[in-house]
């Protein structure tokens, strides 16, 4: 018996956050002498998977609000509360971490009554280090909570939850029997693609896999049905009988990846490892897409898309674990809309790949609705910052000695480091959660950085014309600073189409052929003056400049 159940990833124990939802089912007898069944999940929380979240929300009753009794209600948890007041759960207040010395359930239950509206005058206080408050936990999952309905009599409608793949059983599918029963040997259907498969095996998670005869109304469980791909099993799909119509249940709609970016290998070599790799981690991952692509900086690699910075992270950390490649990771840019003269709209993944700007009519870039809840000492700073990445400010409110100011920000402006410099000018104490709004149309513009009158395909951003000049000279102040010197001058410039906004030169190494002729050697100058001439000739014709890895690593990452 293992004395604690963890996460099973390593990145999952390391940043203390959950990736995966898990789910398990629990036999527990209460106080008053009755026997239940408890069905359990624990999900992500990050808003990179808040779709996954609403589903999981949507599979149950209610809801356990776990706040931690030192740092208080964060902006993640409000998000949270909301699909679960969405999905009209009963939501039981939980204090957490009651054992360390910081902890103050008076002020931190005042704050779940001002920020979230919820009546946290009956919040259990737990600690999960020492197991004080499960017990009352748990009573209060019997009593508080509503039992689960459906009709076991009723045609088979299941909710897809969760699904995952295992290289022995294929793809393992996570379902919660909102009507009806599922037993093993029967062929289901999945309405979202029409496909049909056979069960072959059905089960709990105790939490180990368990297998189980059949699955009834009001239970969570997962079946097998050698299915190959996980991309054929979609979250919040609904399943029924083969020969049986039923009505789809509400809320589905396929993940969609919102950040976008470029992965190469260090090492050219290991381009063919770093295909096996995306190969593995796609099948079981239906929310991240790639593609390959070529940049004439970077070689061969894949444009990939993402839920968000976390689902980025977490993919290229577990690439460069897990299989051992070193990664360069292009500037994370969103989806644009262009909305070409003759009417049509196009996508714009990549900036490198914009039309010629004589045929757009405009574009849109993609707005989010960001929440920050700050200490009020730290308040004047986070404004500031989100005015400088031209937000919009929509509310600000206080809950005690804390305020929350929600902005409409572009998510273009946030992917870079939003959340650094949020953590950096309130010292950590800020928490950020955000949701896309729609799009809406700005003056943007493509930049693109040239080496030696060469555009760098890789370096290339949008960004709004009001601020191009700064993001402009940061880059090539930054560039002429990473590049080696040559034998020959390297003009370093940022342009918008054909006109040069910015422009550092980088001066060619020399020998100081005067101070080296000693006596007044006249002929000897000549020569050495001659030699460097004709080097110089030389060194045009050819005219590359070999940028180093860590001068592009360097540039990709930095903010203008």
Known sequence: ?????????????????????????????????????????DTPGHVDFAYEVSRSMRAVEGSLLV??????????????VYH???????????????DLPASDCDRVAEQIEDVIGIDASEAIQVSAKTGQGIVETLEAVVHRLPAPKGDINAPLKAMLVDSWYDSYLGVIVLVRIIDGKLKKGERVKFMSNNTTHHVDRIGVFRPQMEMIDELGAGEIGFLTASIKQVRDTRVGDTISHDKQTVEALPGFKPAQPVVFCGLFPVDAAQFEDLRDSIDKLALNDASFSFEMETSAALG????????GLLHLEVI?????????????????????????????????????????????????????????????????????????????????????????VVYDLPLNEVVFD???????????????????????????????????????????????RDRADARGRAMVEKLKDLIPRHM?????????????????????????VTAKCYGGDA?????????????????????????????????LKMDG
């Not at 049509?344 to 757009?360: F, G, W």
């Open 1 to 41: 018996m293992q004395a604690q159940m963890l996460d099973s990833m390593d990145i999952e124990r390391e940043r203390g956050i959950t990736i995966k939802a898990n789910t398990v089912r629990i036999d527990y007898t209460a106080a008053n002498g009755e026997s239940y069944v408890l069905n359990l999940i």
């Open 67 to 80: 706040v931690d009794s030192s740092q208080g209600v964060e902006a993640q948890t409000l998000a949270n």
């Open 84 to 98: 679960a007041l969405d999905a009209d759960h009963e939501i039981v207040p939980i204090l957490n971490k009651i």
């Open 300 to 307: 061969f690699g894949f444009r990939c898309g993402f839920l």
């Open 316 to 404: 290229r950390d577990r690439i460069e674990r897990e299989y051992d490649i070193d990664l360069i990771t292009t500037a994370p840019s969103v989806i644009y809309d262009i909305h070409m003269r003759d009417g049509r709209i196009e996508q714009l993944h990549n900036p490198a790949d914009m039309p010629d700007l004589t045929l757009v009519d405009h574009l849109e870039e993609p707005r989010i609705k960001a929440t920050i809840l700050v200490p009020d000492e730290y308040l004047g700073d986070v404004l500031k910052l989100c005015q400088d990445r031209r937000g919009m400010q929509m509310d600000l409110t206080y809950a005690g000695s804390r305020a929350m």
């Open 418 to 464: 939003f959340y650094d410099r949020l953590k950096s000018v309130t010292k950590g104490y800020a928490s950020f959660d955000y949701q896309m709004i729609g799009y809406q149309q700005d003056n943007l513009v493509k930049m693109s950085i040239l080496v030696n009158d060469e555009p760098v395909d890789a370096l290339s951003t949008m960004v709004h």
């Open 488 to 512: 020959f001058k390297i003009p370093i410039q940022a342009a918008i189409g054909g006109k040069v906004i910015a422009r550092e030169t980088l001066s060619a190494m020399r020998k100081d």
């Open 523 to 555: 002929t000897r100058k000549k020569k050495l003056l001659e030699k460097q001439k004709a080097g110089k000739k030389k060194m045009r014709q050819f005219g590359k400049v070999d940028i180093p890895q860590e001068a592009f690593i360097s540039a």
